[in-house]
């Protein structure tokens, strides 16, 4: 497990040195995947209307309700990876 979240905060580190800026989708992914990593299911009220950036972050950690933390983490380092960072 420690091995697990030693590999997640690398790659953490990592994608903030990627040579390009991934696409909105993958963006999102990320983000999501990262989120359920490390807080598990999404908490709080939706963010507003207008607030599109926030909803569609919203949206993408709430699809991914029920996946374990390891599975979460898992994944967010195997896309960080094949993003080549």
Request: net charge negative.
């Amino acid at each position: 497990m420690a091995d697990l979240n030693a590999q997640f905060e690398q790659a953490a580190e990592d994608v903030k040195k990627l040579s390009e800026r991934p696409d909105n989708d993958t963006l999102l992914k990320l983000y999501a995947l990262y989120k359920q990593g490390s807080e598990g299911d999404v908490t709080g009220p939706k963010p507003g209307f207008f607030d599109f950036v926030g909803t569609a972050k919203y949206e993408a950690w709430a699809k991914l309700k029920g996946m374990g933390a390891d599975e979460a983490m898992k994944k967010y380092i195997e896309l960080v990876r094949k993003l080549g960072a």
